[in-house]
T-cell receptor, first 111, second 115 residues
Framework: KQEVTQIPAALSVPEGENLVLNCSFTDSAIYNLQWFRQDPGKGLTSLLLIQSSQREQTSGRLNASLDKSSGRSTLYIAASQPGDSATYLCAVIYNFNKFYFGSGTKLNVKP | NAGVTQTPKFRVLKTGQSMTLLCAQDMNHEYMYWYRQDPGMGLRLIHYSVGEGTTAKGEVPDGYNVSRLKKQNFLLGLESAAPSQTSVYFC??????????????FGPGTRLLVL
């Protein structure tokens, strides 16, 4: 069974810092990896999707990398803002009916 | 567009009671999914559907049933609720297989407490 681990579980940083969130998975035979954002009491919003043939994806201040061979992905957030405060989840898509989510990293960006 | 909506937002049940959670999407998506989210465990797939009239089991299907009678609706049923089913339930939908570029769109969640 695929296991997805996210470290750290929680992170508090001052506004303006660059930060890295980590995601690791045990089975490297994945189709894709996706990063989501979850705000309290709300659903998940997709941030970035990296296909298995890709090594990174960028959207604005966000950059996600994927290293299949080592079973790792990182989400880099540049110049963090208080509005970035949320829980960030990574999901590994193993095949169509096998999605495995990490338990998330709760980020707090202090003004 | 409303996107993905879920009804109800919050519900308290007694052990043994039954209920149905409703998910609706107005994006003409073929695929729909039900997840549960528990503290420290991330989201786990309960059931999914690849089109009207079809359903399939996910990772944790026991104790739940689903139906997809209309393309836009996906219902999750609990026939006899148990305290272990206390969780936050999320519905999601996607146009194509999520293993391609298309992403999933999530509803706001239903918080269920079983006493």
């Amino acid at each position: 069974k695929q296991e997805v681990t996210q470290i750290p579980a929680a992170l508090s940083v001052p506004e303006g810092e660059n930060l890295v969130l980590n995601c690791s998975f045990t089975d490297s035979a994945i189709y894709n990896l996706q990063w989501f954002r979850q705000d309290p009491g709300k659903g998940l919003t997709s941030l970035l999707l990296i296909q298995s043939s890709q090594r990174e994806q960028t959207s604005g201040r966000l950059n996600a990398s994927l290293d299949k061979s080592s079973g790792r992905s990182t989400l880099y957030i540049a110049a963090s803002q208080p509005g970035d405060s949320a829980t960030y989840l990574c999901a590994v898509i193993y095949n169509f009916n096998k999605f495995y989510f990490g338990s998330g990293t709760k980020l707090n960006v202090k003004p | 567009n409303a996107g993905v909506t879920q009804t109800p937002k919050f519900r308290v049940l007694k052990t043994g009671q039954s209920m149905t959670l409703l998910c609706a999407q107005d994006m003409n998506h073929e695929y729909m999914y039900w997840y549960r989210q528990d503290p420290g465990m991330g989201l786990r797939l309960i059931h999914y559907s690849v089109g009207e009239g079809t359903t399939a089991k996910g990772e944790v299907p026991d104790g739940y049933n689903v139906s997809r009678l209309k393309k836009q609706n996906f219902l999750l049923g609990l026939e006899s609720a148990a305290p272990s089913q206390t969780s936050v339930y999320f519905c999601a939908s996607s146009y194509r297989l999520v293993s391609e570029e298309e992403t999933q769109y999530f509803g706001p969640g239903t918080r269920l407490l079983v006493l």
